[in-house]
């Protein structure tokens, strides 16, 4: 079945790295997501990792996927007040045919002073 | 560039009264479009795909259903609410064979059924 699981919440300080991980059941997904949502806002893409790969870095965001576990993280360096925020993680899945993806509960993550 | 919209941004409707929430699409033709549902506190659980014009596929039973009378428009609608049917609704496109880069959301629809 498909099914993504995070934990619920992350409190970090701000200038820490915070790591918000997420687990994964459907082996076949090649594409998996991370995303960001702002209170009272739509869902906005953060990054994408392909599941041939190990480790995808952009600026302060590191993805990091590790397919036999089927465990994704993504680790915010120097954590900012402006990161907090939801954060979802995504897998790609295919089902009727068509290409879906299915969301995490999403993490909140509170970035304090 | 492309771009999507939904509207209202807000809602509040009785119990019993209809519903129906519009997600248009810009820049872009033949898109496949989505309807989520954020419930508070809880995650996205996916209500509704559309590959194509009157194409729609229903993923969870439900008080709702959805119609896509144009390529770029994408209709969620109720004849009754639900108490249970609050939440907040987003509106997603995705090109066609483009799945890979994810989906691109609006900005959402909160519904509030009282």
């Known amino acids: 079945g498909e099914d993504v699981e995070q934990s619920l919440f992350l409190s970090v300080r701000e200038g820490d790295s915070s790591v918000i991980n997420c687990t994964y059941t459907?082996?076949?997904?090649?594409?998996l997501y991370w995303y960001k949502q702002e209170p009272g806002a739509g869902l906005q893409l953060l990054t994408y990792i392909f599941s041939n790969m190990d480790m995808k870095q952009d600026q302060r965001l590191t993805v990091l996927l590790n397919k036999k576990d089927k465990h994704l993280s993504l680790r915010i360096a120097d954590t900012q007040t402006g990161d907090s925020a939801i954060y979802f993680c995504?897998?790609?899945?295919?089902?009727?045919?068509?290409?879906?993806?299915?969301f995490g509960a999403g993490t909140r993550l509170a970035v304090h002073p | 560039s492309q771009t999507i919209h939904q509207w209202p941004a807000t809602l509040v409707q009785p119990v019993g009264s209809p519903l129906s929430l519009e997600c248009t699409v810009e820049g872009t033709s033949n898109p496949n479009l989505y309807w989520y549902r954020q419930a508070a506190g809880r995650g996205l659980q996916l209500l509704f795909y559309s590959v194509g014009i009157g194409q729609i596929s229903s993923e969870v039973p439900q008080n709702l259903s959805a119609s896509r009378p144009q390529d770029r428009q994408f209709i969620l609608s109720s004849k009754k609410l639900l108490l249970s049917d609050s939440g907040f609704y987003l509106c997603?496109?995705?090109?066609?064979?483009?799945?890979?880069?994810?989906?691109?959301f609006g900005s959402g629809t909160r519904l509030t059924v009282v």
């Open positions: 997603a496109w995705s090109g066609q064979g483009q799945a890979n880069y994810g989906y691109t």
């Open positions: 995504a897998e790609k899945t295919i089902s009727g045919g068509y290409n879906k993806l299915i």
């Open positions: 459907d082996s076949s997904s090649t594409y």
